[in-house]
């Protein structure tokens, strides 16, 4: 192969187009990291994409984070852990307006957290939460998952090329070689946030 590795954006497509030997894709392989880029974030949730995020809100609704894909917890400044309940729940408390204080619970509307019950004044919040993968791009050369695991990076995108190929023979290798690296990467994460000493979270962010 003409390309020896994949850092970079630009490497990633250079590497499709040469794995593929179809110069007449050059210009839907950019799509087919990006349908990769929406498979990444549907089924991995890793170590790597926990981060966590600020608020201070009076409201009941705290809009989330923009890259938001799934929580993983929530709690107040006071270090107390907010239980995740389901809507009927949370419909429940409010149909009754009898609690009041600081908030015990939460659950999800659209896109947004709901506090039950409603707080009566600034609350100070901390969410570790799975992030979006951020989309690799001519702006963005590279992320920490192309840092990590190039080669799953390139079989996912050689994977999205199905449609184009059909009966490519090689796109069974590519399948196969890209479950293994998907599972071995979500047991590498389970192993790490096993606890020891504490849990570790990624970067900070704010609401």
């Not at 630009?10 to 839907?28: F, I, M, P, V, Y």
């Not at 993968?133 to 192309?146: E, F, K, Q, R, V």
């Amino acid at each position: 192969m003409a390309i020896n590795q994949v850092t970079t954006y630009d490497e990633l497509l250079a590497a499709t187009a040469d794995w593929l030997n179809r110069a007449d894709l050059a210009d839907q392989i950019p799509a087919f990291v990006r349908f990769a880029e929406s498979q990444f974030n549907r089924e991995l949730r890793v170590r790597e994409m926990m981060t966590r995020a600020y608020a201070t809100s009076a409201n009941e609704l705290v809009e989330l984070p923009a890259d938001w894909l799934e929580h993983y917890s929530l709690t107040t400044s006071s270090g107390g852990a907010l239980k995740y309940i389901s809507e009927s729940e949370s419909n429940r408390v409010n149909a009754t307006g009898t609690e009041s204080g600081e908030p015990w619970g939460y659950t999800l509307i659209g896109n947004a957290i709901e506090l039950v019950p409603a707080p009566g004044a600034d609350i100070d919040l901390r969410m570790v939460y799975y992030a979006r993968i951020p989309n690799l791009g001519p702006t963005m050369a590279n992320n920490w998952l192309l840092a990590k695991v190039p080669d799953i990076y390139l079989y996912s995108t050689l994977v999205q090329a199905m449609p184009y190929l059909k009966d490519d023979q090689r796109l069974a290798t590519w399948v196969q070689l890209r479950a293994a690296m998907i599972e071995s990467l979500r047991m590498e994460s389970e192993a790490a946030l096993r606890p020891r000493s504490g849990m570790l979270v990624a970067r900070a962010a704010s609401f």
